[in-house]
């Protein structure tokens, strides 16, 4: 499909699904509101962002967890987006505050000081409100599926990234098209502006809201306002500073970084043609305590074995539906359509609540999703029949901080190749092991994850060694990131290849095999004792 025709096509179906969760909604003035967070405190919200907050689009954030199924291994993360999206908007009301106090001069022709104004100070917090409403159920983990679909692939490299020069997150193009779509604009007219909601002299609500929605995807026309891009969506964004005091808060480890010291030394520098939000040198220990506290979180939750083989199972179920409805083949008894997903955007139909049903049980036709969507639902979760660890591979023990392996390379790329790539591998595995298995067993009962490695927060920022920032360095010469994350691939990362109980032993077999034959990867004897006991030595 040419790029106007799918620009068009996904333009079309975004629409109607806006239309679908605003039709007949009638925002009412309240007033301002106090909210308080378990994370930030009390703090107010205007009215035309309650009335936002209380439509159907917004609210469905309340159905969709923000980590995934890190619940099912820790039980409090069950925090949602829409907890989230009212810290992103706290701390992005911090930051604004920040800017404005230090009487920032932002060079224009006429050379005149000149602060945020108060239309840029309600378009930054309106990008904060909205810039998640394009997750679908699962958050990340719905979104590792549609982005590795061709056409949704394509327009993001030959749009987005080729006209706005930024690479966004799958979720924040669809969140960037919602926003952009004829059907908001209209809510946004008749129910904000018309009702006085919001009042701003000579405001154009097309135009404020392209520009709202090219700040979520951390664009900005003028490249002497890209700081508050920068505030959505950039290294040092509100965005993260929210997820990471809020994912570790409900799932449970200890992480510490002085928000007060960074808010106090955040400001504004010119940076490569772009007046861009940074950290002076004097600032820089609250960025490393963030970056930190990120990669440590990947350790702890987002890579752990048991949240990611779960998430792996709902990956793999959304791929096999996905090719099975647009096939046509019959997956659902009775002609139901419970999730009718064919295309990208059909993601955005479905909340938590709508994947995670007990009333879908026994609803398939197909025996292989109704199995794994079973042990999705009851959490039957495989265990670990075999771990690729750079420690653990023959020939890299010795050696680990030195060594270089080009199979393992390859083998760790195929995270990038997503469902066709990693089902490859597995249906390999499965061939050889159904000649040793002790009893016979389904495709579907065998799973491999291969994690991305983490790209630290931050690589591309630039520090100023003055208040002027006459002189820059990068963060990397402060704080080594890429040594991080090549020691991150030496020590902490770990790929699984996992199977049910009584498959273990020979799936552990089979998996060495194909691993020497297709990567030249031999793996110490050692993890070995981790299939009887189930205990890592990692």
């Not at 030959?158 to 690479?167: A, C, G, L, P, S």
């Not at 701003?200 to 809201?209: I, K, R, S």
């Not at 092991?433 to 591309?460: C, H, M, N, V, W």
Request: charged share 30%.
């Amino acid at each position: 499909m040419e790029l106007n025709e799918l620009k068009q096509e996904y333009r079309a179906k975004i629409n109607e699904i806006v239309k679908f969760y605003l039709d007949g909604y009638t925002s009412s003035n309240s007033g301002d509101k106090i909210i308080h967070d378990t994370i930030w405190g009390t703090n107010k919200f205007y009215p035309w962002e309650i009335a936002i907050l209380d439509s159907p689009l917004l609210q469905r954030l309340r159905y969709i967890k923000q980590t995934g199924l890190a619940c099912y291994v820790y039980p409090n993360a069950e925090h949602s987006r829409y907890t989230h999206t009212l810290g992103v908007i706290v701390l992005t009301q911090k930051i604004l505050e920040t800017i404005n106090s230090k009487d920032v001069e932002i060079i224009r022709e006429s050379n005149k000081k000149e602060k945020i104004s108060i239309a840029e100070f309600y378009q930054v917090r309106l990008a904060a409100l909205l810039h998640d409403v394009g997750h679908g159920f699962l958050s990340h983990v719905s979104e590792d599926v549609y982005k590795h679909l061709n056409e949704f692939a394509k327009l993001k490299r030959e749009w987005i990234v080729k006209e706005y020069r930024v690479t966004p997150k799958e979720h924040e193009i669809f969140s960037f098209l919602m926003v952009q779509s004829d059907e908001f604009k209209t809510f946004f007219k008749k129910e904000i502006l018309e009702k006085k909601l919001l009042q701003l002299d000579g405001l154009n609500e097309t135009e404020f809201l392209n520009q709202v929605a090219e700040l979520i995807i951390g664009h900005s026309r003028d490249a002497h306002k890209q700081y508050l891009a920068d505030i959505i969506n950039g290294p040092l964004d509100a965005d993260k500073l929210d997820y990471l005091a809020r994912d570790a808060h409900f799932a449970g480890p200890t992480i510490v970084y002085d928000i007060e010291r960074y808010l106090q030394t955040i400001d504004i520098f010119e940076i490569e043609g772009k007046r861009s939000l940074s950290i002076p040198i004097k600032g820089i220990v609250a960025l490393e305590q963030i970056i930190i506290s990120r990669l440590m979180l990947f350790s702890y939750i987002y890579h752990h074995q048991k949240v990611r083989v779960a998430e792996a199972m709902v990956k793999e179920f959304c791929f096999r539906l996905y090719y099975k409805l647009i096939k046509d083949e019959k997956v659902f008894k009775n002609n139901s359509k419970l999730l009718d997903i064919t295309h990208p955007c059909d993601f955005l139909k479905y909340t938590d609540r709508d994947f995670l049903n007990y009333n879908v049980l026994g609803s398939f036709e197909s025996p292989e999703l109704q199995f794994i969507y079973d042990c999705i639902i009851k959490r039957k979760l495989p265990k670990r029949a075999l771990i690729v660890s750079r420690p653990f591979i023959e020939g890299e023990i010795e050696n680990v901080e030195n060594s270089t392996n080009i199979g393992l390379q390859a083998f760790q790329e195929i995270s990038d190749g997503a469902f066709k790539e990693c089902f490859n591998l597995k249906k390999q595995i499965y061939d050889k092991t159904i000649e040793q298995a002790p009893r016979e067993f389904s495709l579907e009962e065998l799973y491999i994850d291969i994690p991305k490695l983490p790209e630290p927060t931050g690589k591309a920022l630039m520090i100023p060694l003055d208040y002027e920032g006459r002189s820059l360095k990068s963060l990397d010469e402060f704080f080594p990131l890429d040594k991080w994350r090549v020691a991150y691939s030496q020590t902490k990362w770990r790929a699984h290849v996992y199977a049910f109980d009584g498959l273990l032993h020979a799936v552990n077999v089979a998996s060495r095999k194909v691993l020497k034959e297709n990567y030249d990867l031999e793996l110490s004897e050692i993890i070995d004792n981790m299939v009887l006991t189930q205990k890592s030595p990692l």
